[in-house]
């Protein structure tokens, strides 16, 4: 999982990446994410 302090990256079912800062989402929390 490519790190940068706190802020994980995750890839969606569909395609499309996330940023996730500690527990929280900062985009699209509805979506079921698969770590990269």
């Known amino acids: 999982v490519p790190k940068q302090g706190?802020?994980?990256?995750?890839?969606?079912?569909?395609?499309?990446?996330?940023?996730v800062l500690g527990d929280k989402l900062i985009n699209r929390p509805e979506d079921r994410l698969k770590q990269v």
Not at 7 to 16: A, E, R, T
């Open 6 to 19: 706190s802020l994980l990256v995750f890839k969606l079912s569909d395609g499309n990446y996330v940023k």
